[in-house]
Structures are given as C-alpha cells and as structure tokens.
Nanobody, 125 residues
C-alpha cells in the first residue's frame, strides 16, 4: 500500500508561480511512476505530468509544457509540481497518483493504483 498526501494548493493570481508537493509513504515507490492529474469543476480528470521514479523520465500534457515541471526527491519520498505562468484555466483540484505500470509512462488515470486526496489550486484573473 502507498499513501499519498498533497499540499501546497492555494489561491494565486494570473502569472504567479506555485509548487505542489506529494509526500509518499508506505511501500517503496522507487519503481513506480508518479503523476499529477487535475480536475476542474464539471470536467473529467486530466493528466498533467508524470515522472518515473527510478530514472527520472518525465512526460507532460501539451498545455503545461514549458510552464510546469515535475520532479522527485528520493531522500524525502516526495514528488513536486512546480507551476509557473499560471492561468485561470489551470484552476482545478490537483491529485497526486502512483502507478505500478512498467511498460511506459502512463497518462491514463485507470493505470494509476494509488491516489491522494487532492489539493485545490485557484488562479484568479
């Protein structure tokens, strides 16, 4: 079992930067892929970014490329999402997730095995 706890979400203004954290505990996550998803009101949950814990390979959704950076701290068992140039359309609940899928870096939520409770990010215009 893996427990994931997100933090860092808050109200910011357009153009601001924000860093989300996801602390993992329980089973070792060294072979997992860690990801961030988001869900805006009335919309489906969508993939944002992922990082393979072991080799650090990253994948990003097109709308956040160049603005968001996912990273992990092995010593702290923590994954981060550094967000910059935030836009109102980035407003959503952001979820951290862990996947045991090994064939590729998964972007589909159904391939993720563990989820955090979410943290709200609101970007005002």
């Amino acid at each position: 079992q893996v427990q994931l706890v997100e933090s860092g979400g808050r109200l910011v203004q357009t153009g601001d930067s924000l860093r989300l954290s996801c602390a993992a505990s329980g089973s070792t996550v060294s072979s997992y892929t860690m990801a961030w998803f988001r869900q805006a009101p009335g919309k489906e949950r969508e993939f944002v970014a992922a990082v393979r814990w072991g080799n650090g390979i990253t994948t990003y959704e097109d709308s956040v490329k160049g603005r968001f950076t996912i990273s992990r701290d092995n010593a702290k068992n923590t994954v981060y999402l550094q967000m910059s140039s935030l836009k109102p359309e980035d407003t959503a609940v952001y979820y951290c997730a862990a996947s045991k899928w090994v064939l590729s870096v998964p972007t589909q939520s159904r391939l993720y095995d563990y989820w955090g409770q979410g943290t709200q990010v609101t970007v005002s215009s």
